[in-house]
């Protein structure tokens, strides 16, 4: 049943309903799970929760706004205190079409001037609408609506204003005649003797609701048997919010400290229940998949970096200082800034050295003898049962985080990071060539690229770009990879010497497709001295 079918029942059922005042989105949200059937969007709250009066201090397009969160996290109608309607019928037309866009079900407006005030603030001296105005306004509301739903109540301010019982029954026969949906009678006094004669009299010729704020201690029953339609609990979560927030605050104020509160208070996990956090990982894990499957990184550090000379006799090259931090760290924090906090160092040479906190160790203390192929089977092992993607990649190369963001975003299980760029340059020591289906070219952008061959020795016409060591493995192929890195081991040569492009070459010759992510520059592979100084300029 729409919002405006459910409050069009409730002010007709033959049964005394309720509303309870909500202010924002979460006391909307609360009204609707204590149980209650529709919520009274009260000025006078509103207006509180912002600071300001109940004198249409905030515009009408501010009380929209809450209205708006009001609306879109219930699915029980929302009757608006509309107060004056904010102006004249010129503005009640308009009111009702922006309610009505909104999902709000209905609206109440008092015979009052704008701007109001609140009934409990000097009533006896608040100045009523000329009667024929304020039928005009409510027929500009009927006929502005959209939806034949759409409730609109006329409110009595004739009992406020001290005009007593018979005025209060002329207007309401003028109202229903210019065709209110039904009626409010309101009253000041702390017995409900104005509302029950006011109802005696008008014998329900239209619905009549009652906000029973002064004359609380009445009992509901008395409402029931009066057949009154709808009861307001006008400002009670407001009130509640204050004496709560009053009372919190005077505590940590006087405590300085949180010990006597938490116990009083809901834990922000209550916080989180009401907000819905819970659907929005639901939501993430359905449409940010490749980015929410958890990742860890593997980086292969066992080597000395023998071009160094002294500056590496007590220490790895990943742990070559510049400007006050290692190699290693700053490539570390550029995984962490994208998420990635499982990462795991392959040590080798002078392994006590590299013993930076927050990292976890494998070490291959064969590192003499063998290619870095052992020391990824090393760290592999560990992970091969893994439900996290892999990324794998060097403690000497120094990237920019999107880089590592590309690669995160990619679905393929197998994927490389290359720098097409860099096949212009002169030879590295043992480049790490590729050749790919595509060369990088606009439509390389939008075509996927795989790779065809990996090699320091590739003809000069076939070379693609120069592989970053970046390569994505994504953990459904985990244990493959952990196969045939066992399977490459059991090779003696390859046991020796085995380097990465072997093992690329052996996934292709598997069929395994290894999908190319061309960049261009922002990446600093640190081989040589020069290297060093070029690393004060990376940005
Ligand atoms: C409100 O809740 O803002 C009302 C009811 O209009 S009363 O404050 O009693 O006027
Ligand atoms: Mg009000």
Same mark, same amino acid.
């Given at each position: 049943?729409?919002?405006?079918?459910?409050?069009?029942?409730?002010?007709?059922?033959?049964?005394?309903?309720?509303?309870?005042?909500?202010?924002?989105?979460?006391?909307? !949200?609360?009204?609707?799970?204590?149980?209650?059937?529709?919520?009274?969007?009260?000025?006078?709250?509103?207006?509180? #929760?912002?600071?300001?009066?109940?004198?249409?201090?905030?515009?009408?397009?501010?009380?929209?706004?809450?209205?708006?969160?009001?609306?879109?996290?219930?699915?029980?109608?929302?009757?608006?205190?509309?107060?004056?309607?904010?102006?004249? +019928?010129?503005?009640?037309?308009?009111?009702?079409?922006?309610?009505?866009?909104?999902?709000?079900?209905?609206?109440?407006?008092?015979?009052?001037?704008?701007? *109001?005030?609140?009934?409990?603030?000097?009533?006896?001296?608040?100045?009523?609408?000329? /009667?024929?105005?304020?039928?005009?306004?409510?027929?500009?509301? *009927?006929?502005?609506?959209?939806? %034949? %739903?759409?409730?609109?109540?006329?409110?009595?301010?004739?009992?406020?204003?001290?005009?007593?019982?018979?005025?209060?029954?002329?207007?309401?026969?003028?109202?229903? =005649?210019?065709?209110? %949906?039904?009626?409010?009678?309101?009253?000041?006094?702390?017995?409900?003797? =104005?509302?029950?004669?006011?109802?005696?009299?008008?014998?329900?010729?239209?619905?009549?609701?009652?906000?029973? &704020?002064?004359?609380?201690?009445?009992?509901?029953?008395?409402?029931?048997?009066?057949? +009154?339609?709808?009861?307001?609990?006008?400002?009670?979560?407001?009130?509640?919010?204050?004496?709560?927030?009053?009372?919190?605050? $005077?505590?940590?104020?006087?405590? #300085?400290?949180?010990?006597?509160?938490?116990?009083?208070?809901?834990?922000?996990?209550?916080?989180?229940?009401?907000?819905?956090?819970?659907?929005?990982? =639901?939501?993430?894990?359905?449409?940010?998949?490749?980015?929410?499957?958890?990742?860890?990184?593997?980086?292969?550090?066992?080597?000395?970096?023998?071009?160094?000379?002294?500056?590496?006799?007590?220490?790895?090259?990943?742990?070559?200082?510049?400007?006050?931090?290692?190699?290693?760290?700053?490539?570390?924090? &550029?995984?962490?800034?994208?998420?990635?906090?499982?990462?795991?160092?392959?040590?080798?040479?002078?392994?006590?050295?590299?013993?930076?906190?927050?990292?976890?160790?494998?070490?291959?203390?064969?590192?003499?003898? &063998?290619? $870095?192929?052992?020391?990824?089977?090393?760290?592999?092992?560990?992970?091969?049962?893994?439900?996290?993607?892999?990324?794998?990649?060097?403690?000497?190369?120094?990237? !920019?985080?999107?880089?590592?963001?590309?690669?995160?975003?990619?679905?393929?299980? +197998?994927?490389?990071?290359?720098?097409?760029?860099?096949?212009?340059?002169?030879?590295?020591?043992?480049?790490?060539?590729?050749?790919?289906?595509?060369?990088?070219?606009?439509?390389?952008?939008?075509?996927?690229?795989?790779?065809?061959?990996?090699?320091?020795?590739?003809?000069?016409?076939?070379?693609?770009?120069?592989?970053?060591?970046?390569?994505?493995?994504?953990? &459904?192929?985990?244990?493959?990879?952990?196969?045939?890195? !066992?399977?490459?081991?059991?090779?003696?040569?390859?046991?020796?010497?085995?380097?990465?492009?072997?093992?690329?070459?052996?996934?292709?010759?598997?069929?395994?497709?290894?999908?190319?992510?061309?960049?261009?520059?922002?990446?600093?592979?640190?081989? $040589? /001295?020069?290297?060093?100084?070029?690393?004060?300029?990376?940005?």
């Amino acid at each position: 049943m729409s919002k405006t079918q459910q409050l069009r029942q409730l002010l007709y059922s033959q049964n005394l309903e309720f509303l309870l005042e909500a202010h924002n989105g979460l006391s909307a !949200k609360i009204v609707e799970e204590a149980g209650f059937k529709g919520i009274w969007a009260s000025g006078l709250s509103i207006s509180a #929760q912002w600071g300001v009066r109940d004198s249409n201090e905030a515009s009408w397009t501010q009380i929209l706004e809450v209205l708006e969160f009001m609306s879109d996290v219930t699915n029980i109608p929302i009757l608006l205190d509309g107060d004056t309607g904010y102006g004249n +019928f010129n503005n009640m037309r308009r009111l009702v079409k922006k309610l009505e866009q909104r999902d709000i079900a209905g609206v109440c407006i008092e015979d009052k001037q704008f701007p *109001k005030t609140n009934s409990f603030i000097n009533g006896k001296t608040q100045l009523l609408a000329p /009667i024929d105005e304020f039928c005009g306004k409510i027929k500009a509301a *009927k006929d502005a609506q959209s939806n %034949d %739903d759409f409730v609109v109540i006329a409110r009595i301010e004739a009992l406020i204003a001290g005009w007593g019982l018979s005025e209060a029954l002329k207007r309401a026969e003028a109202y229903a =005649e210019a065709g209110a %949906d039904g009626l409010l009678i309101h009253s000041a006094l702390a017995i409900p003797d =104005e509302v029950l004669a006011f109802q005696k009299a008008w014998q329900n010729q239209l619905p009549v609701a009652i906000v029973p &704020t002064k004359y609380y201690a009445t009992p509901t029953t008395i409402f029931r048997e009066f057949g +009154f339609a709808i009861a307001i609990w006008a400002n009670h979560l407001l009130r509640a919010a204050v004496t709560n927030m009053q009372t919190v605050a $005077e505590r940590i104020y006087q405590d #300085q400290n949180l010990l006597n509160i938490e116990d009083k208070i809901v834990p922000v996990s209550e916080v989180f229940r009401l907000q819905n956090a819970a659907e929005l990982l =639901e939501a993430e894990r359905q449409y940010l998949p490749s980015r929410h499957t958890p990742v860890r990184a593997i980086l292969l550090a066992a080597s000395r970096g023998v071009e160094f000379g002294e500056l590496t006799a007590d220490k790895p090259k990943c742990m070559l200082t510049l400007q006050g931090q290692p190699l290693l760290a700053q490539i570390t924090a &550029t995984y962490h800034k994208v998420g990635i906090k499982n990462i795991t160092v392959v040590r080798g040479y002078q392994k006590a050295a590299i013993n930076l906190p927050q990292l976890c160790y494998v070490d291959n203390d064969e590192y003499e003898g &063998t290619g $870095e192929l052992v020391s990824l089977l090393k760290a592999v092992a560990n992970v091969a049962s893994d439900s996290q993607n892999l990324i794998i990649g060097y403690g000497d190369v120094l990237l !920019k985080q999107h880089i590592l963001q590309l690669l995160l975003e990619t679905s393929s299980d +197998f994927a490389i990071v290359v720098d097409a760029k860099e096949r212009d340059r002169t030879p590295r020591i043992r480049p790490d060539y590729v050749r790919c289906s595509l060369p990088n070219s606009t439509q390389s952008f939008y075509t996927p690229v795989y790779l065809e061959v990996m090699g320091s020795t590739l003809p000069e016409s076939e070379i693609c770009g120069l592989w970053t060591g970046l390569l994505k493995v994504s953990h &459904t192929v985990l244990a493959p990879l952990q196969t045939i890195l !066992k399977t490459l081991d059991d090779c003696p040569e390859m046991h020796a010497q085995g380097r990465m492009p072997h093992l690329m070459n052996a996934l292709i010759a598997q069929n395994y497709k290894i999908e190319v992510i061309y960049i261009t520059g922002h990446w600093l592979d640190i081989d $040589e /001295i020069e290297d060093i100084l070029k690393m004060g300029k990376f940005p």
